[in-house]
């Protein structure tokens, strides 16, 4: 089906496009909202370019695609919430995301999208990469298709802490690495779940891998038994057949499917400034 209102033009063969003819600032009439929504379930990661937003117009945009997903161990602006600023300074080392991800995947109703805005870009590096995780689950054999089909992934937003080290709102007390506020998610918000390997997607009822680096094994297996198969289906998701790379300029908005992708933050830009206004959707539970 063809768009009316917008124009989708895909980045690669596997996922992505570029959506030219709208201005966010605005409030989108429902057509063209609709035509937006289809373009992220038909390419999994829509970019947006020359956006001016203000953060309340960035927020009125997410909140089109469901309620505000607040992220437990981050703050958000302090006049607006709902918007984690990611800062990586000239002299940080460690760039947030640069491992492959779904955002949230430590939570019982992980994130359904997440939406990032470019307010200050290094003049070279800091793109981030996304896989296609339908694409992942089709190319599997029929005989891994039901191998993974029965497999649950046991996922942790506290890594370190769940190897008896230090909790991760300790360790980022008073360090710029966090590059966002910090804060404690308090006993009783659940930063730990288990999931299905392979998603069902609720809107467009395709198979995906669902999968990332908080995924730390199978559920009912111990790391060691889990490592090798896990390793195997990070390697293939995230072949570069899967992916497709987007480099930012201000003014970028790109709006990605946590249900079917992961990403990748390169940390390729040490000693240069990036700023990034996020905000993640609330999803549902996997099936
Ligand atoms: C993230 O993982 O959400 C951040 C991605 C990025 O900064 O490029």
């Known amino acids: 089906m063809s768009y009316q209102t917008i124009e989708v033009r895909p980045i690669t063969g596997a996922l992505g496009a570029e959506i030219e003819g709208i201005d966010l600032s605005t409030e989108l009439d429902n057509q063209t909202f609709d035509e937006v929504h289809r373009a992220l379930l038909e390419n999994l990661v829509i970019f947006f370019r020359d956006q001016d937003l203000k953060p309340d117009q960035q927020i009125a945009f997410a909140r089109r695609f469901g309620d505000i997903h607040f992220h437990p161990f981050m703050k958000g602006l302090d006049d607006h919430p709902e918007i984690l600023e990611l800062i990586k300074e000239e002299a940080d080392t460690r760039t947030f995301g640069a491992v492959w991800h779904t955002d949230q995947m430590f939570n019982p109703k992980p994130a359904l999208a997440t939406m990032l805005y470019a307010k200050e870009v290094p003049p070279a590096g800091g793109d981030t990469m996304y896989a296609n995780m339908y694409m992942a689950y089709d190319a599997l054999s029929d005989g891994m298709k039901?191998?993974?089909?029965?497999?649950?992934?046991?996922?942790?937003?506290?890594?370190?802490?769940?190897?008896?080290?230090?909790?991760?709102?300790?360790?980022?007390k008073g360090s710029k690495a966090m590059q966002a506020k910090v804060k404690d998610p308090g006993d009783d918000v659940v930063t730990e779940a288990v999931h299905p390997l392979v998603r069902t997607h609720p809107?467009?009822?395709r198979k995906a891998i669902y999968l990332g680096n908080h995924s730390q094994h199978f559920d009912g297996m111990t790391e060691e038994e889990s490592a090798p198969l896990l390793k195997f289906f990070a390697k293939h998701a995230t072949q570069p057949e899967f992916v497709c790379r987007f480099r930012w300029k201000v003014g970028s908005l790109a709006l990605w499917d946590n249900r079917c992708t992961q990403h990748y933050a390169v940390g390729d830009y040490d000693g240069e400034r990036r700023r990034m206004h996020r905000i993640t959707i609330a999803g549902d539970r996997p099936f």
């Open 203 to 205: 809107e467009t009822g």
């Open 146 to 172: 039901e191998v993974a089909g029965k497999l649950k992934t046991f996922n942790v937003g506290d890594r370190m802490k769940s190897h008896g080290r230090e909790a991760r709102k300790d360790r980022y």
